[in-house]
């Protein structure tokens, strides 16, 4: 079985800063890329930013030059640093992982569970 696990969420104040974390777990061959989405309520889930396994990253505007998305390969773990958050913000962040897990026979998509980030104007 495979698992992604998210961490790190909870409130700030408008230009806070949070560092939300993911680790995946179980019989993993290896993996692609890793990204966070993110849902807002009534609106729909969008990419927030998302990086290779060998480094090169993509963000979508709203974020830019406020997020930044790192991983630790030897930890199967992707890392997203918020400073200059927003109200606008607020949402739910899942984790998102592309990899090859023992017995696929293929890439697959897995995806954690959630975590709650809540911005205070």
């Known amino acids: 079985q495979v698992q992604l696990v998210e961490s790190g969420g909870g409130l700030v104040q408008a230009g806070g800063s949070l560092r939300i974390s993911c680790a995946a777990s179980g019989k993993i061959l290896s993996i692609n890329a890793m990204g966070w989405y993110r849902q807002a309520p009534g609106k729909q889930r969008e990419l927030v930013a998302a990086i290779t396994r060998g480094g090169t990253t993509t963000y979508i505007d709203s974020v830019k030059g406020r997020f930044t998305i790192s991983r630790d390969n030897a930890k199967n773990t992707v890392y997203l640093q918020m400073n200059s958050l927003e109200p606008e913000d607020t949402a739910v962040y899942y984790c998102?992982?592309?990899?090859?897990?023992?017995?696929?026979?293929?890439?697959?998509?897995?995806w954690g569970q959630g975590t709650q980030v809540t911005v205070s104007s």
């Open positions: 998102n992982a592309d990899l090859w897990a023992f017995g696929a026979s293929t890439v697959m998509a897995y």
